[in-house]
């Protein structure tokens, strides 16, 4: 019976700080989506307030004396598997947290709400020199973050682990090596060809009312539950989850641009299918979310590129998209609309990229959070490094810091090792898509009819129900029967584009 009291009060507080992190994510909502400026340095004091109080929560002796008594009986089947699960990432958390002073998390806290500011300001003015003071403070405190975890081989290594567990440089390193290898060539390849897919009608303007209206009905279509979420504007695209029932997206509307903010809204789409589909029984739990953020990125990746670039899809979607999008899309045929949303070339702006220039972006931004953290690039130098190795791997430099070194919101938020996680998902993504297709051989049929449901049940019976209960690992095993395996990836990419561009 005592046991089962320490249980009942381990989930109870395990609540309490999921309610406070509710109320955090809807002011950084805000925050994001038009508070007024001069109201954001008293928000972010709120903010940090607020996450002081989980962090307390998360590091304090009783969490400490939960975790210990629980831990013993953790496989005796005394406990549900969903509190033994809770019990070892409450215990990472506490591990990770208890090392850092909590004035200094606090003030970490609020360095990252006001930096998310001084961004948007300095993106607008394309002036790094704007953001730099911030992003140094946190490069500083991330480094001190790491002495107080500790490291083995690599202080990196450490922000990969956060982001996706068992992740290091090492096994980075051989991935993005075999994928340069084998679509390095192919990206050549399309280059000789000297051939365009890109029609004019993608920078035609398109009122933002229309693009709106396009944004949310696509959203339905693919399943998006507009009655456990909203979609709004933001300076950069994202979606933030407060619980399953209020998963909202943004996206960004550019008037001559509208693709940008069609893939936009659908890769977000596929992070909040994910959320809206977590079990409710892990609804107030710390595995009330994605199992990391290559899994999560694997769904986002799903649904822009592997269904939302698809031929199959838009067999079904061009003739409503054109009905909707007034004279955009006059004179344009069915197959221009697809060749042209799958055209290859190396551009500036990573979220506008294509899936096979797409992973040099993450390597640029790989390769420069490495040398930030072994000490061989300081942050001063970030402009001239980035426009460096944009020229290196994607062969055009940027002309100012808007569309260079300041285009992410992620550093700004001390989100350093995320990024190799857009990657894992691409790479994830078409594993699940190879077991999917054996598994329902009517998949491309179903797309052609619009039919999306069968295939977000089967995304969600096999991935998003199970939040974090499972590992990358598990589900990778789960659902594919393999770890890892760029193939996959490589062979989907070297089938389409070869097709698209008649190699």
């Known amino acids: 019976m005592e046991i089962q009291k320490i249980e009942q009060q381990f989930l109870e507080l395990n609540k309490k700080m999921m309610n406070y992190n509710e109320a955090i994510s809807v002011m ?20 940090s307030q607020l996450s002081a109080e989980v962090f307390a929560m998360s590091t304090s002796s009783e969490m400490n004396d939960y975790l210990t008594k629980l831990e013993n009986v953790i496989g005796t089947g ?45 993106k607008a003015e394309a002036n790094f020199e704007k953001f730099q003071p911030f992003i140094e403070k946190i490069v500083e405190a991330k480094k001190k973050f790491i002495e107080y975890w500790g490291y083995n081989d690599k202080k ?22 075999k994928v340069r290898e084998e679509l390095v060539p192919l990206v050549a390849a399309i280059a000789k060809t000297g051939k365009s897919l890109q029609g004019d009608f ?34 950069h695209p994202f979606q933030i989850t407060l619980n399953p029932g209020d998963v909202r997206v943004t996206t960004k509307y550019i008037e001559d641009n509208f693709m940008s903010a069609l893939f936009g809204t659908i890769h977000e789409c596929g992070h909040a299918l994910y959320e809206q589909n977590i079990s409710t029984k892990l609804i107030g739990t710390p595995l009330c ?8 990125e694997s769904q986002s990746l799903f649904f822009e590129n592997i269904v939302g670039r698809s031929k199959e899809f838009w067999t ?6 054109k009905d909707n999008a007034g004279d955009y899309l006059e004179n344009v ?3 221009e609309f697809y060749e042209s949303v799958n055209h290859s070339e190396p551009s500036l702006i990573r979220i506008e990229a294509d899936e096979l220039t797409y992973p040099l972006h993450i390597m640029v931004r790989y390769e420069i959070e490495k040398e930030l953290f ?11 490094v980035w426009n460096q190795k944009m020229e290196e791997y994607l062969g055009i430099t940027p002309s100012n810091d808007a569309e260079g070194v300041l285009q992410d919101v992620h550093w700004s938020g001390g989100d350093f090792g995320y990024f190799p996680s857009y990657a894992l998902g691409a790479m994830y993504s078409a594993q699940f898509k190879n077991t999917l297709v054996k598994e329902m051989p009517s998949y491309e049929e179903l797309l052609e009819q619009g039919q999306i449901e069968p295939i977000v049940n089967w995304l969600t019976k096999n991935i998003h129900q199970h939040g974090r209960l499972k590992t990358p690992s598990e589900i990778l095993v789960d659902v594919t029967g393999e770890e890892l395996n760029v193939t996959h990836f490589i062979n989907y990419l070297t089938d389409k584009y070869t097709s698209l561009y008649k190699l």
Not at 169 to 176: A, G, M, P, Q
Not at 222 to 233: A, H, K, P, V
Not at 374 to 384: A, F, I, M, Q, T
Request: hydrophobic residues 35%; contains cysteine.
């Open 156 to 177: 990196y290594d450490t922000l990969l682990d956060l982001y996706e567990p068992g992740m290091t440089t090492k096994k980075l390193d051989e991935v993005f090596k």
């Open 202 to 235: 993608l920078f035609k303007p398109l009122e933002i009312q229309r693009q709106k209206r396009i944004c949310e009905d696509i959203l339905t279509q693919l399943g998006y539950n507009f009655d456990s979420g909203r979609l709004d504007e933001s300076v």
């Open 289 to 296: 979310g994605g199992s990391s953020m290559g899994i999560h």
């Open 28 to 47: 950084y909502w805000d925050l994001r989506t038009g508070a007024p400026k001069n109201g954001a340095e008293q928000r972010s004091n709120v903010i």
């Open 374 to 384: 072994d000490g061989s690039l300081e942050v001063k130098d970030l402009p001239r």
């Open 333 to 335: 045929t069915f197959e």
């Open 316 to 321: 079904n979607q061009f003739a409503v998209l």
């Open 78 to 122: 005394v406990l549900s598997d969903v509190t033994e699960k809770s019990v070892k990432e409450c215990r990472k958390d506490y591990n990770l947290n208890v090392k850092i002073p909590p004035e200094e998390y606090r003030e970490f806290v609020k360095l990252t709400a006001l930096s998310e500011s001084a961004w948007e300001e300095a």
